[in-house]
């Protein structure tokens, strides 16, 4: 059984994330500048809630940017800046 705490110790940002590999989405978080904050609710409002499956099926050269992101059936360009806002566990067990 793993404990809220083992979760939370698995958790990376969705852009330190290797690609081709399936995710869960276990939080947004909520950052202190106000221009961060309603990113923070449009990422939200666009689906990437706690329990989503997510994986990164492709990143731009150089540096990893922009990258493509796997969220049900929509597939979503995200800087890594908005992507650095969503912490996931490795692993989904709804996917496809």
Request: proline share 6%; charged share 20%; net charge negative.
């Amino acid at each position: 059984m793993t404990t809220l705490t083992g979760v939370a110790a698995a958790a990376l940002s969705l852009d330190q994330f290797p690609s081709h590999q399936w995710a869960t989405v276990l939080d947004v978080q909520r950052p202190e500048s106000a221009e961060d904050r309603e990113l923070a609710l449009r990422l939200i409002e666009i689906g990437f809630v706690p329990g989503e499956a997510v994986r990164i099926v492709a990143s731009g050269v150089p540096g990893r940017e922009p990258l493509a992101v796997r969220l049900g059936h929509t597939t979503f360009a995200l800087r890594r800046h908005e992507a650095a806002l969503i912490r996931v566990v490795p692993g989904a067990e709804h996917h496809g």
